[in-house]
């Protein structure tokens, strides 16, 4: 197939369950023409709890469920994922492109506070493999680099308490257990998924002098760019349509979804998939 003939195809986004949501409408938003293909592996989220050898599996599962769908790209939406994963599934799945959302998310906060003092909240597998702070010193050795298990916000984030006193006294906890000696960040890199929807609350926590970020909009931007460099954009002018598949639980996918992709959803608009 001649790069002129992918470029109708739909890019390929994975994530353990709807968190992903929170960059696939950062891609949209970038790229409205491209056609995308969403697949959440809600029947065995969380991810971020599990071992690597299991995490490693089930990425594998589903990307070879949106090959089936004939993606001219893959983007790993889920950090966990992402960390434990993204050299396997590049090799797997070549010569397609594959991202995940590490790597623009380390370059966000790089370029937000160059030789700067990065707190990374993310889940357990993520912070146990050091995914961030390897990112960020290879390309700027003066960073320093923590990363925080926060593992409950997960769980706010999907229940929809993102602000108020729970969420306050939660994050705050978070970030104590985080700064218990010298290190002062600058700024906080939102490592998860989840975690742009507690944004505004994190926000307020640190303060306005520490800059928050997060990878979608980057990895939205890396995606366009690889797209581009491979003659693969998107060639129509009409809006690209947006398939979503689950693994569990449409109706819940959509509820809960939908917050994450900012606009309602019904299951209607959900398939459910077995990998
Ligand atoms: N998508 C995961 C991440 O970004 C969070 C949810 C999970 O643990 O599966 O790390």
Request: glycine letters at 8%; hydrophobic letters at 45%.
């Amino acid at each position: 197939m001649t790069a002129h003939d992918n470029s109708s195809l739909p890019i390929g986004v994975f994530d353990s369950g709807v968190g992903g949501l929170t960059v696939l409408k950062a891609i949209r938003k970038a790229l409205p023409n491209e056609n995308l293909i969403y697949l959440g592996d809600t029947a065995r989220l969380p991810y971020g709890t599990k071992s690597p050898a299991s995490i490693a599996r089930y990425a594998t599962q589903a990307t070879a469920k949106l090959l089936e769908h004939d993606i001219k790209m893959l983007v790993v939406a889920c950090n966990t994922a992402s960390a434990v994963a993204l050299e396997l599934l590049q090799e797997q799945m070549a010569p397609i492109p594959v991202i995940g959302v590490v790597e623009p998310g380390a370059m966000a906060a790089i370029n937000a506070r160059p030789g700067g003092s990065h707190l990374v909240l993310a889940t357990e597998a993520t912070v146990r493999l050091g995914a961030y702070s390897k990112a960020i010193t290879a390309r700027d050795p003066d960073a320093h680099v923590r990363e925080q298990p926060c593992e409950l916000l997960v769980a706010l984030a999907e229940e929809g308490w993102t602000s108020g006193n729970i969420a306050d006294s939660i994050v705050r906890r978070y970030l104590d257990d985080a700064a218990n000696d010298a290190f002062i960040a600058d700024s906080i890199i939102l490592g998860c998924t989840h975690f742009p929807l507690l944004r505004d609350t994190i926000a307020a926590a640190v303060g306005n002098s520490v800059e928050v970020v997060d990878s979608a909009g980057t990895t939205a931007v890396v995606v366009r760019d690889i797209l581009r460099a491979r003659g693969e954009l998107a060639e129509s002018t009409e809006p690209g349509t947006l398939r979503l598949l689950a693994t569990d639980g449409i109706t819940r996918f959509a509820r809960v979804g939908g917050q994450f992709l900012g606009e309602p959803l019904t299951a209607e608009d959900v398939h459910l998939v077995d990998l």
